[in-house]
């Protein structure tokens, strides 16, 4: 645990006149309690120890230190207080999360973990590890990036370790690698899997992922050298490789889209949309695609038309730059100044200093007369004292059974069940 969020803890006395018994559990008075200190504190008062701030210093303990000597005693004091409080906490946790709270969120749902400990609180937390991975990610924080997904992984491997080949755990583990691209190590999950899950759509859904990740694995080398020759500047070879490909994989798409490429890179357009199109109509719907296919409509004179399928790749994929500049560009040259400054926003706003989208931009305001502004960037400061503080009012607000705000539907799993 990091000694950091150790600061705000002190430990003091059982106070007098608090008596808990029950069948399971017996108050030990030799034990100390932890209480977190208020915020801007660094002294802990009498008036500070109560039943609120030593849960809230207990639920921190349970949180982030199963190391911790009285972990356990903690963790039956914390239950004979609120039997409830596990599944209370996730509520919680959910709604922070949804919130986009990640750190508070964090918090609560490794409470319900360490509370009680179940694939499902195990999945929860590592779900929310993803989240706050592509939270980094699209802050450009790739190192936190890296540290969440991390996170995740080992998350989800605890779990295994906790509760064995669990069905649940083992899908995850499964999709999680097949995003990550360690397809190998998926292929083992999803094998894995196979063996102990129950018969059911969930079953079915991950025999097609295993199905796709087999194939592509066994037929990997030769999309990897299709595309590698297209990459060289070599798209016949491309189109030899992707022909050999195609004729023995008809229905998978990879095949038909590298080889669209590497006809467009010759001025074959005609032929490179018909095999775009079989893309799509194998039910494969990429902003690359319709980028490809609205090039190949624009050198066929479909102006129109090429619009409307880069239209298509932006809904599709908001931050590509390339799609939102093309865009831009073909706006502008049809004198459809709003819908180029659209764009134009867009476009610069993913690519800070892109001398062609400077460009662009100079183009537009010679056109229009109207200047685009300097973006404006906003800093969110957080303040430490007020998070302390809110922790330990929304703890009280949990124990006392008070719901925490709506917000949407979400998928997690009860963590109190």
């Given at each position: ?65 199963e ?25 919680a946790a ?28 195990c ?15 699209d ?13 995740a992984?080992?998350t ?5 370790r ?19 691209g ?90 490179a ?22 090039i ?38 049809d ?25 662009l ?21 957080h303040?430490e ?33």
């Amino acid at each position: 645990m990091e000694k950091d969020k150790l600061r705000n803890i002190r430990y003091v006395k059982v106070p007098e006149g608090m008596h808990i018994e029950t069948d399971s559990f017996h108050l030990n008075p030799d034990i100390m309690l932890p209480v977190q200190l208020m915020p801007g504190s660094s002294r802990l008062r009498k008036e500070d120890i109560t039943i609120e701030s030593i849960m809230a210093g207990m639920l921190f303990i349970i949180a982030y230190d199963e190391a911790a000597e009285n972990f356990q005693y903690y963790r039956e004091l914390v239950k004979a207080l609120d039997p409830t409080i596990a599944e209370r906490l996730n509520e919680a946790a959910i709604a922070k999360e949804q919130q986009k709270d990640y750190d508070f969120a964090e918090e609560l749902f490794l409470a319900v973990y360490h509370l009680l400990p179940q694939s499902a609180s195990c999945i929860n937390l590592a779900t929310l590890y993803s989240y706050m991975a592509v939270d980094a990610r699209d802050k450009k924080k790739d190192e936190e990036e890296d540290e969440y997904l991390s996170k995740a992984r080992h998350t989800l491997l605890d779990g295994l370790r906790r509760f064995g080949e669990d069905e649940r755990i083992l899908a995850e583990l499964s999709s999680f690698e097949a995003y990550m691209g360690n397809l190998e190590d998926a292929k083992d999950y999803l094998e894995r899997y196979m063996s102990v899950a129950s018969e059911g759509e969930k079953k079915q859904e991950m025999k097609k992922l295993l199905s796709r990740i087999s194939f592509q694995l066994e037929n990997d080398e030769d999309i990897k050298a299709a595309y590698d020759y297209i990459m060289l500047g070599e798209p016949e070879k491309t189109i030899e490789i992707t022909n050999g490909f195609v004729k023995k994989n008809p229905k998978i798409w990879n095949g038909y889209f590298l080889r669209a490429w590497a006809m467009r890179k010759m001025g074959r357009y005609e032929e490179a949309r018909k095999d775009l199109l079989k893309c799509l109509e194998l039910g494969e719907s990429s902003s690359d695609i319709y980028n490809e296919l609205s090039i190949c409509e624009l050198e066929c004179g479909n102006r129109t038309l090429a619009k409307t399928y880069l239209e298509t790749a932006a809904d599709l994929d908001p931050e590509n730059l390339t799609v939102a500049s093309n865009l831009s560009y073909l706006y502008l040259g049809d004198k459809e100044f709003d819908e180029a400054r659209e764009y134009l926003e867009r476009a610069r706003f993913l690519s800070g200093d892109d001398k062609i989208v400077a460009s662009l931009i100079e183009e537009y305001e010679k056109a229009t007369g109207e200047k685009i502004g300097e973006m404006v960037h906003e800093e969110i400061v957080h303040n430490e004292e007020e998070d302390d503080d809110a922790y330990q009012e929304e703890i009280a607000e949990i124990m006392n059974g008070e719901p925490p705000e709506e917000c949407g539907c979400h998928h997690h799993h009860g963590g109190g069940q």
